[in-house]
Structures are given as C-alpha cells and as structure tokens.
C-alpha cells in the first residue's frame, strides 16, 4: 500500500487530458454516457479495465456499488466489488479511511481477494468522498483497476485530482437514471426499440466493434461481406436505441450483453 507522492508532476499531456475530462463532465448524465466518458476522456489518466464505483443509497443506508468493465470478470469477483459488506470492499474503505482520506494504492491480494476468485486484479487506485466533518460516512468510493499494469503513483494524484469531478458526474448519473426509472412506460412498445433482444451473431458483432475493428475487418474475421456487417450494426443500434457504435457497445456492456461472447482468436 502506498499514498500520493507529493513529488509526481502533471505532464503537459496529462494537464490537456485533465482539462478535456472536466469540461466534459457536465454533459455526463446517463449510464452509458458515463461508461464512455470513464474509457475516452478519463483513461488517459486512468488506464484501466475494471472501474467500481459506489455511491451512498439512503433506503439501504450503505454504499451501492457496480462495475464498469471493458474486460471478462468471474461471477465470485464481481460478487466480492459489488457488495459493500463484502470483506474485500470493507478492506479497501478501511485502508483508505486509515490514509485519512488520500488516494492510494492498495494491493487487492494483501486486501483479502481469495486466490480461487481466478486471475487477479493486482494493485488498485482507491479514492473517495466522506461527509464534511464525519471521514467514516462515505458519500462515494472508486476503484479502479488494470491487470499486468499495477496502479503507481502518477494515477494516484490523477485520481486525486478528478475526484470531485468523479463524484459530482457519478451522483448526477445516478439522480439521472432514478428519475428516468420512475417515468411511466410507453404506452405502446413498437418492434426493433431498445428492449429487443440482440441475436448471437450481433453480440458477436458487438464484441469485435468493442475492440475497435472496423467492417471490413469484421467482415474478414466472420467471413461476411462489409455491407452484412453494416446491415447487423443498423440493426443492433435500433433495437438498443443507439444513436452511434460506441454508445451501442456502452449500453451493451452495461446490460451485461457482451460479456457471454466468445470471439474468435485473432490471426
């Protein structure tokens, strides 16, 4: 475990990325927007595979947390970052409250992630916000994490530095969804609308946009022309109510779509 050093610098580079991941933020109100915003303007401070976020939910009186991932994760890790009272996630609130509330990096292995939970996460980047006056009523709490490229002190102070940030556009996305949740539904549900199902070969499709391919080199890997692979695309937004890919992909992966797809391996 180990805190921010004071001695780490913002790169010129890092400073534009800071800039650009601010003045983003507001626009930032629904799920998928988030998901985009946290792999676009956030990962080049950020790099990342796996972000858990969690925000205080007054009915339960306790942090609710869900995951953010670009990346496979087994059923027993994700029931370990999910669940608040979970030992590891009790660990990692406790190691940050013990750093008095600093960003810091906290090793998930000596944190308590059960070696049996598959392939480890390695270090994480922990921070969070508490209530003014009261450092043990947390308000919100991140992690972020990337396999094979442990968390260093560089990320920390990005993590310190876009931490209001985080939790403004998080709670906002959160107040967002509730209230989209307690709208009444349509009155009527035409065909092809975001509640369809996708087909096998779509979340196939879906898979390979996620890695960035473009149509014909996904129409090269499934052995289908360019124009098949537009035609399943046209189709995939229309029936998740995307207007472009990558909110496509963000409303996929949110919806847990992408994550049974078996991709062929690459040549």
Same mark, same amino acid.
């Given at each position: 475990?180990?805190?921010?050093?004071?001695?780490?610098?913002?790169?010129?580079?890092?400073?534009?990325?800071?800039?650009? $991941?601010?003045?983003?933020?507001?626009?930032?109100?629904?799920?998928?927007?988030?998901?985009?915003?946290?792999?676009?303007?956030?990962?080049?401070?950020?790099?990342?595979?796996?972000?858990?976020?969690? $925000?205080?939910?007054?009915?339960?009186?306790?942090?609710?947390?869900?995951?953010?991932?670009?990346?496979?994760?087994?059923?027993?890790?994700?029931?370990?970052?999910?669940? $608040?009272?979970?030992?590891?996630?009790?660990?990692?609130?406790?190691?940050?409250?013990?750093?008095?509330?600093?960003?810091?990096?906290?090793?998930?292995?000596?944190?308590?992630?059960?070696?049996?939970?598959?392939?480890?996460?390695?270090?994480?980047?922990?921070?969070?916000?508490?209530?003014?006056?009261?450092?043990?009523?947390?308000?919100?709490?991140?992690?972020?994490?990337?396999?094979?490229?442990?968390?260093?002190?560089?990320?920390?102070?990005?993590?310190?530095?876009?931490?209001?940030?985080?939790?403004?556009?998080?709670?906002?996305?959160?107040?967002?969804?509730?209230?989209?949740?307690?709208?009444?539904?349509?009155?009527?549900?035409?065909?092809?609308?975001?509640? $369809?199902?996708?087909?096998?070969?779509?979340?196939?499709?879906?898979?390979?946009?996620?890695?960035?391919?473009?149509?014909?080199?996904?129409?090269?890997?499934?052995?289908?022309?360019?124009?098949?692979?537009?035609?399943?695309?046209?189709?995939?937004?229309?029936?998740?109510?995307?207007?472009?890919?990558?909110?496509?992909?963000?409303?996929?992966?949110?919806?847990?779509?992408?994550?049974?797809?078996?991709?062929?391996?690459?040549?």
């Amino acid at each position: 475990m180990h805190y921010m050093d004071d001695s780490v610098l913002l790169t010129p580079r890092h400073a534009e990325s800071l800039v650009r $991941a601010i003045e983003s933020a507001p626009q930032v109100r629904r799920r998928y927007q988030f998901f985009v915003w946290l792999q676009t303007q956030l990962h080049t401070l950020l790099p990342h595979t796996v972000a858990v976020c969690g $925000a205080y939910h007054r009915g339960r009186r306790e942090l609710v947390f869900e995951v953010f991932q670009s990346t496979m994760l087994a059923d027993e890790v994700m029931a370990l970052l999910t669940d $608040a009272r979970s030992p590891l996630m009790m660990a990692l609130v406790g190691r940050w409250m013990e750093a008095r509330g600093r960003a810091l990096v906290v090793d998930l292995a000596e944190a308590g992630m059960p070696l049996s939970a598959g392939p480890a996460l390695g270090a994480v980047a922990v921070h969070g916000v508490s209530r003014p006056q009261r450092p043990a009523e947390l308000e919100s709490f991140f992690v972020f994490a990337q396999p094979g490229q442990p968390a260093a002190s560089q990320q920390v102070l990005h993590l310190e530095l876009l931490l209001p940030q985080l939790h403004a556009t998080y709670l906002r996305v959160q107040a967002t969804e509730q209230e989209m949740n307690n709208l009444p539904p349509p009155v009527q549900q035409r065909p092809g609308t975001a509640h $369809a199902s996708v087909t096998e070969r779509e979340r196939q499709i879906l898979g390979w946009v996620r890695e960035g391919k473009s149509n014909q080199q996904i129409g090269e890997l499934l052995g289908i022309s360019p124009l098949t692979v537009k035609n399943h695309i046209q189709k995939i937004l229309r029936k998740l109510g995307a207007s472009n890919r990558a909110q496509a992909v963000a409303l996929a992966m949110t919806r847990n779509m992408l994550l049974c797809t078996d991709l062929p391996p690459l040549e």
